[in-house]
T-cell receptor
Framework: LAKTTQPISMDSYEGQEVNITCSHNNIATNDYITWYQQFPSQGPRFIIQ???TKVTNEVASLFIPADRKSSTLSLPRVSLSDTAVYYC????????????FGTGTRLQVTL | NAGVMQNPRHLVRRRGQEARLRCSPMKGHSHVYWYRQLPEEGLKFMVYLQKENIIDESGMPKERFSAEFPKEGPSILRIQQVVRGDSAAYFC???????????FGSGTQLSVL
């Protein structure tokens, strides 16, 4: 499994765009990149998943360069409620394997 | 379609007792993962199961911990002779196939007195 590296923490003001980058140098050809959000005392929640280039949904965008050795989660115009821990996970779709989370990025949004 | 259900939500045990944590995956999901999380820390993988099979238990302590996912019924994480260091939040997640996106339950907060 590809190991992931993320910043430990980030701070932002409300209304700003936040970009969280995850490094995964050993990503395999059939691996997907998935991001999760976790609030205190809750289980993680799926945000977005992608394989290459750009993926966008109603919550976030995911940018993946051609070499796929990193990915960037982009949160447009964050609000206080986006304060959470964000995890990047790399795994092979359809493969039976344990899914190991990294340390995550703790995002703190303030006024 | 109900999400992943974990119970109990909170569990208090005294040292030496047994703790049983239950996880009912989403309908149609045959893959279950268990994670442990200490305060202010990330999710630590414990075990990955498919129906009636343990696929990967490399994250499980060798002693006192066991997990099962029977053909019928929920997945069970069992901790025997609990110690204070077992106090943590235990999360279960399920997926329709291995390696795909996970759906998490709300977790069980285990407190060992």
């Amino acid at each position: 499994l590809a190991k992931t590296t993320q910043p430990i923490s980030m701070d932002s003001y409300e209304g700003q765009e936040v970009n969280i980058t995850c490094s995964h140098n050993n990503i395999a050809t059939n691996d997907y990149i998935t991001w999760y959000q976790q609030f205190p005392s809750q289980g993680p929640r799926f945000i977005i998943q992608g394989y290459k280039t750009k993926v966008t949904n109603e919550v976030a965008s995911l940018f993946i360069p051609a070499d796929r050795k990193s990915s960037t989660l982009s949160l447009p115009r964050v609000s206080l409620s986006d304060t959470a821990v964000y995890y990047c996970l790399v795994s092979g779709a359809g493969t039976a394997s344990k899914l190991t989370f990294g340390t995550g990025t703790r995002l703190q949004v303030t006024l | 379609n109900a999400g992943v259900m974990q119970n109990p939500r909170h569990l208090v045990r005294r040292r030496g007792q047994e703790a049983r944590l239950r996880c009912s995956p989403m309908k149609g999901h045959s893959h279950v993962y268990w994670y442990r999380q200490l305060p202010e820390e990330g999710l630590k993988f414990m075990v990955y199961l498919q129906k009636e099979n343990i696929i990967d238990e490399s994250g499980m302590p060798k002693e006192r911990f066991s997990a099962e996912f029977p053909k019928e019924g929920p997945s069970i994480l069992r901790i025997q002779q609990v110690v204070r260091g077992d106090s943590a939040a235990y999360f279960c997640a399920s997926s329709p196939q291995g390696g795909e996106k996970l759906f998490f339950g709300s977790g069980t907060q285990l407190s060992v007195l």
